[in-house]
């Protein structure tokens, strides 16, 4: 066979796999847009997993700070009858979070579609 058919057959098998590992992250989360995410907010759990300094930095009011690498061990915190609002810089490392929060027996998961990146809304921050 030819080397390029092998790289070639590679790559698509990667790109498959890839698309697949997306959308299996995706199943059973609920993303929101910036006034969805609002409407709600005082009836949720709110979580930012991007670091410490990012999170000192600006975060939404009201949220609070578990970056994703501490997830796994911290995540048991939160109430699994309320429902969990997820945001990072720009919605992919929540993806991971949040399947994190899947298998442990939560359900009611919500993501903000983005993330901080796109927030026009109220920020708290400790540098200012």
Do not use: C
Request: proline share 2%; glycine share 6%.
């Amino acid at each position: 066979m030819e080397w390029w058919i092998v790289l070639l057959i590679v790559i698509v098998a990667f790109v498959v796999i890839a698309a697949i590992n997306y959308f299996r992250l995706r199943k059973g989360i609920t993303f929101l847009t910036e006034e969805e995410f609002t409407q709600n907010i005082r009836k949720a759990q709110v979580v930012d997993v991007r670091d410490k300094d990012s999170y000192e930095y600006g975060h939404i009011i009201g949220a609070r700070n578990i970056p994703y690498e501490l997830f796994r061990q911290r995540a048991q915190g939160l109430r699994k009858d309320q429902p969990i609002y997820l945001y990072d810089k720009n919605g992919v490392t929540v993806l991971r979070a949040a399947q994190v929060l899947k298998k442990k027996g939560y359900r009611d998961i919500y993501v903000l579609k983005d993330g901080i990146s796109k927030w026009n809304g109220k920020i708290k921050s400790k540098t200012k």
